[in-house]
């Protein structure tokens, strides 16, 4: 890859560019005129259409000519201004990098009083407040729904944030500390350990404590497994375990899927999740109000 971003490829890149530029506007100067002695008729080209349409070697119409040289002085204009010839970034110093943090910048200015009004107040309270939901609401369509969704209903591996069911607890404190510093979800994988069949004991045990339909002498076999090894993690109940981000077994509420195979393939291969921290790129006032708007779409509030 480094011969890729060498000093070569940027000279390379400019003269290809300016090469064409000059060949253009030589080629459009060559077009321009027909050289006649006088007396002499235009010719034409040999071309004919339905016998007697024929194409002569006329110059281009005047006001053509001119909108092809306008467009040429333009493009070199523009390449003088802005970056686009190999490594020369232009007189005006224009990168994409810095509009974007320019117009940040502004914006952070703008709204920054906004956020640090809603962050004096608590989570409930900016909940409540329809113009500081909308705020949270525009947060998530742009960061959130790539994987929970437009709807926040979530998707296969991504939770569904309108219900009450939560991994590491749906309380408004819970909820800010899981997109401030981000979640790591893992779970190990048990098929080596466990055996083929051992491994489908311990699913239709699973699936026996939501109530689904089960082999019931394979989840009896299950049950020893689960409590020697899966207890640890997901409680001797199954119920979960917040603190470590242990989902609940007892309801129908699955991150991959409920069904056995489903469930063989999670104990088999594991899961890997990882949710990312966003308080370095958003800051404590953004996140402080999509976590509002988090809660309120699981607790009723009027501005989902």
Known sequence: MSDFVSDFWGVYIAVVVIVGIVGL???????SKTNLKKGEKVETVGHVWDDDLQEYNNPLPRWWMMLFYITLVFGA???VLYPGLGTFKGIRGWTSVG??????SQAEAKYQPLYDKFLKQDIQAVAANPEAQAMGKRLFQTYCVQCHGSDARGAKGF????????????????????????????MPAWGAAFGEEKVKDVANYVMSLSGKKHDADRA?????????????CHGPDGKGNQAMGAPNLTDNIWLYGGTEKTIIETI?????????AWKDFLGEG???????????????????
């Open 99 to 104: 509009q974007y943090n320019e117009e940040r």
């Open 268 to 276: 088999t291969n594991g899961r890997n999740n990882q949710m990312p």
């Open 77 to 79: 204009v523009y390449l």
């Open 220 to 232: 009896a076999r299950g049950k020893e497994t689960f409590s020697a090894v899966c207890a640890a």
């Open 159 to 186: 939770p569904n944030l309108t219900d009450n069911d939560w991994l590491h607890g749906g309380t408004p404190q819970k909820i800010e500390e899981t997109i401030t510093i981000g979640r790591h979800g893992q």
């Open 25 to 31: 506007a030589y080629l459009l100067f060559s077009q």
């Open 286 to 304: 953004k996140v402080h109000l999509l976590a509002s708007y988090v809660w309120g779409l699981s607790n009723n509030t009027k501005a989902q």
